[in-house]
């Protein structure tokens, strides 16, 4: 079909695709689009009418028809656009993989609230997710159904009237004295090549995206280039919050880096996933319960008890909010204690304040004296 010639179009028509659709607002706001035909004047007649139906009260959109869109189209258009869009593009990637598996024939008019928190329900308890698991396909979710009505494939987002979980970040688990002696002697023993990547987590912070390549993040991982050692200040350009991030190298993070031998590569640790060695390294050296995530969870910690403040250690750990760094507060020495005693103002004192007090003492002398 021939695109139609460009030309002045009345308010609430457009060309897509070589033919002419409307776009108008029903009584509630919510906007529609309607695919009309090649011809401009049906669609000049077609928006005219909606909006006279909308006046009049006689607009149902469940009485439109229209093609039924797919899950699964919305889906792949999503994906696309996170590819474009997002540095982690591979996490949504293999989480929309696994809710097409259940989603990817139904129409999209027929994802109610309801039936949307069922199947995350079902899928939940089929492969026993966390709060926090079960929330982030749920954001995959909304965010398909937010660029979907962009694109004019969906009217609503369903997603939003789902029940969002609570999640549990309480848990901090960091590493002990005790511990990081056996986890580094294990180490030093047995894999002395793993030392200074143990180390370079433990001293700065660095999330494992940006210590390493990982499949999620394939344009992570730390360069000599970012090193400084001059400065002692290792320079990310590019950090999960989408932006640049320094941490400054102290004498332990810089033994680390000196001892690592350099090859043609132009990381500093060429390995992609430490999970692979490092969970063993954890079970033979006696640290259980102990995740790579948590060294970094260590040197926040670390930061916390040593009397840092709360600000400078979500600079240090590149948090956009104070509030993520919040769960290591309750370390910081002295607290609550301190923070209370804060409420204590000391109580000026006047030259009659101090007469009275000059009084009372010889009173008390004299009493003392009588005794």
Known sequence: MKRPKD?????GVFIRNGAYWIRYADQNGIIHREKVGPFLDPAKAAVEKRRSEVREGKFFPEKIKQRSV?????????????KRMKRDWKHDDARIELLLKTLKDIPVHELTPGRLEGVLAELTERNAWAPATYNRYRAILSG???????RGKAQTNPVRETAH????????????DKEEKRLMNYARANCPEREAEILTALHSGLRRSEQYRTAQVPDGGLKWEHVNPRASIIRLPRSKAERPREIPINSVLRKA?????????????????P????VEVCREAKVKDFHWHDLRHTFASRLAMAGVPIRAIADLMGHTQVQTT?????????YPAEAVEKLVA???TTQEDQTDTAIDTEVLELSAAER
Do not use: C, M, Q
Request: no cysteine; glycine share 4%; proline share 7%.
């Open 7 to 11: 030309k002045k179009l009345p308010r």
């Open 70 to 82: 797919l899950f699964g189209e919305i889906a792949k258009d999503y994906k696309e656009h996170a």
């Open 144 to 150: 398909a159904f937010r660029f979907a009505i962009k």
């Open 165 to 176: 979980r609570k999640e549990n970040n309480a848990r901090v688990r960091y590493l002990t």
């Open 257 to 273: 880096l000196l001892s690592v031998s350099r090859t043609t590569s132009p990381y500093v640790f060429e390995g992609t996933d």
């Open 275 to 278: 999970n692979k060695w490092f």
């Open 326 to 334: 919040a769960r290591y507060a309750h370390l910081a020495p002295g």
């Open 346 to 348: 000391p109580i000026p």
